[in-house]
């Protein structure tokens, strides 16, 4: 049966069947390449996108940004001083407003229910540029860039080293659970991934039949033997900047250092973060300068994926 997306929110990836995401890398894949090719695109001509955003971002605003001018479409970029999004106005209120201007909002920010609000009340696709729990945009990012160096990712083992209940950490278990993927979180005990989405994730996997797994280790280098991905993050998310010394002393034996890469056992090896890194905590300046290196092809690829969500809910076939 054919894929359509058209008219679909992406809150997380719980709601995207594996075929779907399959779809999407595809089409981000197609659409890279007629980039890079020179090709002009008018899949999203005529089409106005809202970008609410209640954090700061580099990639995903830019990567918005340029997906929708590069396919004819405006993005009209909203911060957090410039609407009355929970303010003067609650969110269902904004919601059914922007949805009668725009084709398609995204929203970055902390509360999952805002975004879950704004996809109810709005009337058109609404997409999840990151909130506390889940950041998905990121993740069909980190599998393109994972698809372009192994041609795949059904057996593929993923292994995050870090903050293991972070919003990355979660969407990345939910991907890897649909994909097929080997998945490993490698983190003390007082940030392991909360068991209720494990325990999702599990079942996420039976019922694709995907033959998934997902395993947590406290001793980082049991975590990363035989790793084809080592993935990390900052230690202090957005918000929990006074966490900072706390989680240094916590997290500093999870570092991805020289000495972590080579517990894999694995030479070709790629090292993953969704950025901004802090060098000389999560991972090493000698790493994130190696050849193990993908953050920066990463990057990239979210503008390529997330212009393939909005092609696929909103474009013009």
């Avoid at 212009?307 to 809910?313: E, Q, R």
Wanted: hydrophobic fraction near 40%; include cysteine; charge should be negative.
């Amino acid at each position: 049966m054919p894929v359509n997306l058209r008219n679909r929110n992406l809150i997380s990836l719980k709601h995207h069947t594996p075929e779907e995401i399959d779809y999407l890398l595809s089409l981000a894949a197609d659409l890279k390449n007629k980039k890079r090719a020179g090709v002009k695109g008018n899949l999203l001509d005529r089409k106005n996108v809202a970008l609410i955003f209640e954090k700061p971002s580099t990639r995903t605003r830019c990567a918005f940004t340029v997906a929708a001018i590069d396919e004819g479409g405006h993005p009209e970029y909203l911060g957090k001083n410039d609407i009355q999004l929970g303010h003067k106005e609650d969110v269902a209120d904004t919601a059914r407003v922007l949805g009668r201007m725009f084709d398609g909002i995204e929203f970055r920010g902390f509360s999952q229910k805002v975004v879950e609000d704004l996809a109810k009340y709005a009337g058109v696709p609404v997409w999840n540029g990151l909130t506390d729990d889940y950041h998905p945009t990121q993740v069909l990012a980190d599998f393109l860039t994972i698809r372009e160096n192994f041609g795949r990712l059904k057996g593929i083992k993923l292994v995050y080293v870090g903050d293991g209940r972070n919003n990355v950490a979660n969407s990345l278990m939910i991907g890897a659970a649909k994909m097929g993927m080997r998945f490993v979180v490698g983190t003390p005990k007082e940030l392991y991934p909360d068991p209720a989405l494990v325990e999702e994730c599990e079942k996420i996997a039976k019922e694709c039949e995907s033959g998934a797994t997902i395993e947590v280790f406290e001793d980082p280098k049991v975590a990363v033997k035989d790793a084809d991905v080592i993935y990390t993050d900052v230690w202090a998310s957005m918000g929990e900047e006074a966490k900072t010394e706390e989680r240094k002393k916590l997290l500093k034996p999870y570092q991805v250092n020289m000495e972590l890469v080579k517990a894999t056992g694995n030479e070709d090896v790629i090292f993953l973060h969704c950025l901004p890194a802090v060098k000389g905590n999560e991972v090493t300046e000698e790493v994130f300068e190696s050849r193990h290196a993908r953050q920066f092809d990463e990057a990239e690829n979210r503008m390529h994926t997330i212009k393939a969500v909005m092609v696929a809910s909103i474009g013009n076939f």
